[in-house]
């Protein structure tokens, strides 16, 4: 590392501190979702390949959580695989799902965290599903950050499964079409979401540059305010998730109002 390059560390470092510093934790969004865009983008600057991009990804979220942990956020849910990404050629996605297995047992292992997954576990092949499951099982306990693996996770296949459990529910109750049709409403349907009873989220971010949700929680950020970073998810700085937490914290969140 030359001489600029450490000065630039040195003054990003300090401005950091600076941003923290000035954070109200009272402005603190209690549950972010993370559209973690750009692996692939940042191998191809950098001369690597595709699967050195997802673990360079796959390395960047427990630093990520631990500054979650500083700044009393209670639920992350990170985006680890669309049903989308179910169309990559297998040269990649073979080598994808082997990294977010490693994910996994490493988010259980930290100790800090209670994994829960989100998404069509049926989509997703056994030996990922029994990690899932043990996972769950094993962090059930854990009384620290609620952090959501969106693994095979679609936005529009989450409301068609909401709306299959809330049909198959009222038949095992043996609730008439009729009935049912009265009393559906909004808390209904979340109740059967992937998230039940977990609070939606407050904040989205999404690297790379790209400003879109892509499917992502379409049901719960209804009112969530979205923060756009140019960065690729596996340059993401501490800096730039402050930025994120202050730009949340400047805004007047209205519902919709």
């Known amino acids: 590392m030359n001489l600029r390059d450490k000065l630039r560390g040195l003054l990003v470092r300090l401005y950091a501190r600076r941003v923290e510093g000035h954070l109200d934790h009272a402005q603190v969004p209690k549950h972010i979702g993370v559209i973690m865009d750009g692996n692939r983008r940042w191998a191809k600057a950098a001369g690597s390949t595709a699967a050195q991009g997802h673990r360079a990804g796959a390395d960047k979220i427990e630093e990520f959580l631990g500054w979650c942990a500083e700044t009393d ?32 047992r490493s988010l259980s292992a930290d100790g800090r965290w209670r994994v829960h997954h989100v998404g069509a576990l049926d989509l997703l092949p056994p030996p990922m599903q029994s990690v899932l499951k043990e996972a769950e099982e094993a962090t059930a306990h854990i009384d620290g950050i609620l952090v959501n693996v969106a693994i095979g996770y679609g936005g529009r296949q989450e409301i068609a499964d909401a709306v299959r459990s809330m049909l198959l529910d009222a038949q095992e109750r043996g609730t ?82």
Not at 95 to 100: D, K
Not at 179 to 208: K, N
């Open 73 to 104: 956020v209670e639920v992350v849910t990170l985006w680890l695989l669309s049903t989308d990404n179910f169309d990559r050629p297998k040269e990649e996605l073979v080598p994808l799902l082997g990294i977010i297995e490693d994910v996994v």
């Open 176 to 257: 008439s079409m009729e009935d049912l049709a009265d009393c559906v409403d909004i808390d209904m349907i979340g109740r059967h979401l992937y998230t039940s009873d977990q609070p939606d989220p407050d904040l989205v971010i999404r690297t790379s540059g790209e400003q879109r949700l892509s499917g992502f929680m379409l049901w719960q950020t209804a009112h969530s305010e979205y923060y756009f970073c140019e960065v690729f998810w596996p340059a993401f700085r501490k800096v730039d998730f402050l930025r994120a937490l202050r730009d949340y914290a400047a805004r007047h969140r209205r519902y919709g109002g």
